[in-house]
């Protein structure tokens, strides 16, 4: 999608209106228009970035320093039980929109959302082999 064309951008650009909670010169926070629950933000880098992986350290300095202080504003007007910050990377990690950000979504004992996280047991030997080839991907 070009960037002319993303919604986010649209958005960083005043183009199309949005419920901003937090604004600098380098971050955006900003209300979910579909939420799934009630206060539902989403943060973002003013410079569009697909993937989190091709954000340069500084963008993701940025944004980090911000997402606690935002979360805990999206928590205390909430009062909410707690909160999840997620960012889904690429189609199959659930990431609608090719402009990296986060979620921040507050939580209620109880309330159904992300009831059951899936897990499995690695099998003997399978554990290393992955650790193995994450490190050799490190760069």
């Known amino acids: ?22 604004e600098d010169e380098a971050v955006l926070a900003f209300l979910d228009i579909n939420p799934i629950s009630d206060g539902h933000t989403l943060v973002i ?8 992986d ?8 940025q944004l980090a320093s911000k997402l606690g ?7 205390a007007a909430t009062g909410c039980d707690g909160y999840n910050v997620l960012c889904n990377n690429g ?4 990431q609608l929109i090719d402009y990296v950000h986060f ?14 996280w899936p897990h499995f047991q690695y099998p003997t030997g399978k554990i ?11 760069k």
């Open 91 to 94: 189609r199959a990690a659930g």
């Open 54 to 61: 091709e954000c340069p350290a500084e963008v993701l300095g």
């Open 1 to 22: 999608m070009a960037e002319q064309d993303c919604i986010f951008s649209k958005i960083v650009k005043g183009e199309i209106p949005a419920q901003k909670v937090y």
């Open 45 to 52: 880098p003013k410079q569009k970035y697909e993937k989190l």
């Open 103 to 116: 979620h921040i979504i507050p939580r209620n004992e109880g309330d159904g959302v992300f009831h059951r």
């Open 69 to 75: 202080k935002i979360a805990q504003a999206v928590a």
């Open 128 to 138: 290393e082999e992955i650790a193995a080839k994450i490190r050799e991907n490190i």
